[in-house]
């Protein structure tokens, strides 16, 4: 995605728009503004090729950038170190305050997009740094939502499983039942035309566009939805498009139906049309690149799309690695618990001796104190009594 995050330079309007979904997001979008102000720095940019890029070539314009755009990116900086300081001070401050030693390796990977040795001035490092790890970041987020979704199904029918063994046979029997119910009407929907195909566009030209489709342009096409209107289909506005494909799967009133799988679906299609039509693979689809794909046979002739109901997301093997972890985490769980009800009754038991060992010392303490106390009575009455000579 590095292209993309070098096309927000270019055009402002969609760096307000865009939400990378990194940490550092604010930060991230906050220096690429002010670069775009600098006109040198722009120049540079639409002279620089995407290798030169990703190997720190543009990095070095920054030294001939205005001063005033130096001084707000100091500034940016040091905010964002204080930032990260306060969420590590938080962070230090849940896990049991200031007896407990901070995590620096930790520290220092929310620190990798700068260079924390210094935290006052913004220098070509950290413009290096800053490109390098949200390109890192952003190219690796599609494989961490994939895992991320395998979890969230696989904790589904973990979940389902562990309901059935609460139920007696013939109630076992109906909820199965019912699932297959469910699933199977779920599966029963209108064909999916395949993402960024001639069909799957011309649809949205006739029925989100109100247009004819025997009129359908794709150049028109691309004006029309480039929302924006940056000259580039990015990644929100290719989503918008498979509306109208998700509408014939997913509706938020049926019960077969998981708003989750929805999203997932959405991206999976962005994910393929992106694979198929991203040819600089930016992240961005231009017009030029549009237009290439609008000519090949995938986009005329297209094989049909599957849907995520048939593509399970994780196998019986990761399912059962999924669970014996879970087992796993249950068995420590339970055995920390065990452990600190171990440490209870221990403490409870030395309490009760304390308890017993003072209750012990004062019967010791009181015939004592009832001894001296009639002694001193004794001497009391001896040295006031009256010598009778």
């Not at 040198?40 to 190997?55: A, C, V, W």
């Not at 509408?247 to 198929?276: A, C, F, G, Q, S």
Request: with cysteine; net charge negative; proline share 3%.
């Amino acid at each position: 995605m590095l292209t993309a995050i070098v096309k927000m330079l270019l055009f402002p309007l969609s760096t307000a728009e865009m939400d990378t979904g990194l940490h550092y997001d604010r930060y991230l979008r906050e220096v690429i503004d002010f670069l775009e102000k600098d006109q040198h720095f722009r120049e540079k940019l639409h002279n620089t090729d995407m290798e030169d890029i990703k190997q720190g070539k543009l990095a070095k314009e920054l030294d001939f950038v205005s001063h005033h755009v130096r001084t707000k990116l100091d500034e940016l900086k040091r905010q964002e170190v204080n930032r990260l300081r306060t969420l590590i001070k938080a962070k230090q401050d849940l896990e049991g305050g200031n007896d407990i030693a901070v995590d620096h390796q930790a520290l220092l990977k929310q620190f990798e997009y700068l260079n924390h040795m210094n935290p006052h001035t913004f220098e070509v490092d950290d413009l290096d740094r800053l490109i390098k790890s949200a390109t890192n970041d952003l190219e690796n987020y599609d494989k961490e939502r994939h895992e991320e979704f395998k979890r969230y199904e696989m904790m589904k029918e973990h979940d389902r499983r562990e309901h059935l063994k609460t139920l007696d046979e013939e109630d076992r029997r109906r909820e199965e039942e019912h699932y297959e119910e469910m699933r199977k009407k779920h599966a029963d929907h209108p064909k999916v035309n395949h993402p960024g195909s001639q069909n799957q566009l011309k649809e949205v030209w006739e029925e989100a566009d109100g247009l004819d489709p025997e009129d359908f342009d794709p150049k028109t096409f691309f004006n029309l939805h480039d929302t924006n209107g940056d000259g580039f289909f990015d990644e929100q506005e290719l989503e918008a498009l498979f509306t109208k494909e998700l509408e014939k799967i997913y509706d938020p009133t049926n019960e077969e139906d998981d708003m989750v799988e929805m999203e997932e679906e959405r991206l999976r299609m962005r994910e393929h049309v992106m694979n198929e039509v991203d040819s600089n693979k930016d992240r961005l689809v231009s017009l030029d690149e549009f237009l290439v794909a609008t000519k090949k046979k995938e986009f005329l002739e297209p094989d049909s799309w599957e849907t995520l109901e048939q593509n399970q997301a994780y196998t019986e093997e990761e399912m059962r690695e999924f669970e014996e972890h879970l087992a796993q985490q249950e068995q420590d769980l339970n055995q920390k618990a065990f452990d600190l009800q171990k440490q209870r009754e221990e403490l409870e038991r030395q309490q009760e001796q304390l308890n017993a060992q003072k209750m012990e010392l004062q019967q010791v303490q009181q015939p004592l104190t009832h001894s001296y106390s009639t002694t001193l009575c004794f001497f009391s009455i001896n040295i006031t009594k009256p010598d009778p000579n």
